[in-house]
Nanobody, 124 residues
């Protein structure tokens, strides 16, 4: 059973930055894609960013492009989301997720394991 634990959320003013981390354990085998999703109150879970196993391919939602950066460290089983120039509309619970297989995919139904989420609140 894969366990994902997110950290790094918090309260920040608009224009500020946060770095989210996600630790995966136990070590998974084979190639897997890791993604970040978010869910605001009363809204569906939405795609934020995804990174391939090698880190060579990434994909971002249009709403976060040029502000957020996803990265990973396979030696440490970690994935990160650097969030800059945060806006109030970025307020949500952020989740990391694992998808077995190749190919970046923004569809949350394609992901096999999920963390418990970390709250990000951006004040105006």
């Amino acid at each position: 059973q894969v366990r994902l634990v997110e950290s790094g959320g918090g309260l920040v003013q608009a224009g500020g930055s946060l770095r989210l981390s996600c630790a995966a354990s136990p070590r998974t085998f084979g190639s897997y894609v890791m993604g970040w999703f978010r869910q605001a109150p009363g809204k569906d879970r939405e795609f934020v960013a995804v990174i391939s196993w090698s880190g060579g391919s990434t994909m971002y939602a249009d709403s976060v492009k040029d502000r957020f950066t996803i990265s990973r460290d396979n030696a440490k089983n970690m994935v990160y989301l650097q969030m800059n120039n945060l806006k109030p509309e970025d307020t949500a619970v952020y989740y990391c997720a694992v998808r077995y297989g190749m190919g970046c995919n923004p569809n949350p139904t394609e992901y096999h394991h999920w963390g418990q989420g970390t709250q990000v609140t951006v004040s105006s």
